[in-house]
């Protein structure tokens, strides 16, 4: 957790993560050269989903447990309607399951009100959507500012890590454009800064090359890949596109509700 920029204001979160995500160096008193290595930043343990249709109840995940360690790239695939998206809404806490639990960084996220969930997300967690969900009226350094801004930085200081992180991705001269006056690619890497922006420590991203054509495609793939590896960034990505799953460290495979 050293290598983590220290932001003013999270202390606290700072501390509570080290503490409890980070157990192995906490109880070795010191953090080795391999430190983050064996860091869970997001875990999942038997998580069970069904959703009401009709008078129906339809099962969705049937116990679904997965840890992801601090800087790994995890691929969930399966068909379509096997769950994924669900899956991803509960990882976030923007959804429960019927039971089973998720811990971001080392809390769970459970008990938490919508408020506290929020607030983690805000702290910890990144995402990228197949639309870029980038707000039309704001420019791409105001967009990528925005969870920056959310949580609480200043705007002078805001900007600046928001200006840093579009020049990692390579649009450090469409500050100023909208969505509207950006191609398919570029929303999508604005996309992928504001979802790194502030030190996450992950980034679910839910078919995040979906609408882009295959040079786009391996571009941004590769961008997430590299600012991942860069910055110690574990990524969940869920796709379609096999040729993504050269870059992951792990595929797994949501088949009737289950990983495989
Ligand atoms: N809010 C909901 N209410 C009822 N059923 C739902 C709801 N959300 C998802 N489902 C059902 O849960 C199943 C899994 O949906 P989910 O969106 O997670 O699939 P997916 O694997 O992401 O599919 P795709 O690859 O098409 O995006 C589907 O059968 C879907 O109809
Ligand atoms: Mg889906």
């Known amino acids: 957790m050293n290598k983590r920029k220290h932001r003013p204001g999270h202390e606290q979160e700072d ?8 157990k192995g160096a906490e109880e070795g008193g010191e953090e080795g050269a391999d430190e983050g290595a064996n860091e869970i930043v997001l875990r999942a343990d038997g998580l069970v989903k069904s959703f009401v249709q009709g008078q129906q109840r339809v099962g969705v995940l049937h116990g679904v447990s997965l840890t992801v360690g601090r800087g790994e790239r995890v691929a969930i695939i399966g068909r379509s309607g096997s769950g994924k998206s669900t899956l991803l809404h509960l990882l976030a806490g923007l959804d429960d399951p019927d039971s089973g ?10 008990p938490l009100s919508a408020a506290g969930r929020a607030a983690l997300r805000n702290r910890w967690m990144g995402f990228v959507y197949q639309m870029h ?30 200006g840093a992180m579009l020049a990692a991705v390579g649009l450090g001269h469409r500050l100023g454009h909208r969505p509207a006056a950006l191609s398919g690619g570029e ?18 991203a839910d078919e995040p090359t979906g609408n882009l054509d295959r040079d786009n495609a391996e571009q941004v793939f590769d961008l997430m890949c590299r600012l ?14 096999e040729s993504m799953l050269g870059g992951v460290h792990r595929v797994l495979r949501l088949v009737d509700g289950r990983i495989t």
């Not at 501390?15 to 980070?22: D, L, Q, V």
């Not at 350094?141 to 002078?156: D, H, S």
């Not at 929303?187 to 679910?204: E, I, P, S």
């Open 15 to 22: 501390e509570r993560a080290h503490g409890i995500a980070n």
């Open 101 to 110: 639990a998720v811990a971001v960084a080392g809390t769970p996220i459970g």
């Open 187 to 204: 929303r999508q890497r604005v996309a992928v800064a504001r979802a790194l922006v502030g030190n996450r420590l992950v980034v679910l």
């Open 133 to 162: 969900h980038l707000l039309p009226e704001f420019s791409a350094l105001e967009n990528v500012a925005m969870p920056l801004r959310l949580g609480g930085m200043r705007a002078r200081a805001a900007a600046e890590e928001a």
């Open 228 to 241: 991942s590896d860069g910055r110690g960034v574990a990524f969940v990505i869920v796709t379609h596109d």
